[in-house]
């Protein structure tokens, strides 16, 4: 028997561990990058917007519904609304402060447009805003809720 390992042995002694290594970092980074392919989780979220009405108080209180927009999607949806409305549906309601709080899903639009009308049905104040949110938690790709957005709208 030599007593210096053959040159097989040299590389069986070197090579099988960098080649085990290397496998094995290729299975971690796998399993951590996939990680970030998993499917998100079901939106468990609702946002929402408040809408304030600001003017005199008779202007203000002369107020009996109001609809809210969202590109060609409006809630309620006028004009058959205005007479009979309570002032609660399950997307925009009315507040026990006077103010209106629409609930906008999990992927809040970019603009809202609220009309405000009396009890006869007549536009008091019209408005569109943009809206700029703000993410408070989740991330970026599966989403996560933001924090409300006041708006104010002058009854003339």
């Not at 809202?112 to 943009?130: C, E, K, M, P, W």
Request: charged content about 10%; glycine content about 8%; hydrophobic content about 45%.
């Amino acid at each position: 028997m030599p007593a210096v390992p053959s040159t097989r042995r040299r590389v069986e002694l070197v090579l099988v561990p960098l080649v085990a290594a290397f496998c094995m970092a290729v299975v971690i980074g796998t399993i951590v990058l996939n990680r970030e392919g998993s499917p998100c989780p079901s939106p468990s979220w609702d946002n929402h917007v408040s809408l304030s009405l600001s003017g005199s108080v008779a202007d203000a209180a002369h107020a009996s519904a109001v609809t809210a927009c969202t590109g060609a999607e409006c809630v309620p949806a006028p004009p058959a609304f205005v007479m009979e409305s309570t002032g609660n549906t399950s997307v925009l309601s009315h507040q026990l402060d006077g103010s209106w709080l629409m609930t906008v899903g999990a992927q809040p639009p970019s603009a809202v447009s609220f009309r405000v009308y009396d009890h006869s049905g007549n536009v008091l104040a019209a408005q569109t805003t943009a809206l700029n949110w703000t993410r408070v938690s989740g991330d970026e790709r599966c989403g996560g809720r933001m924090a409300g957005i006041n708006v104010v709208l002058a009854v003339p």
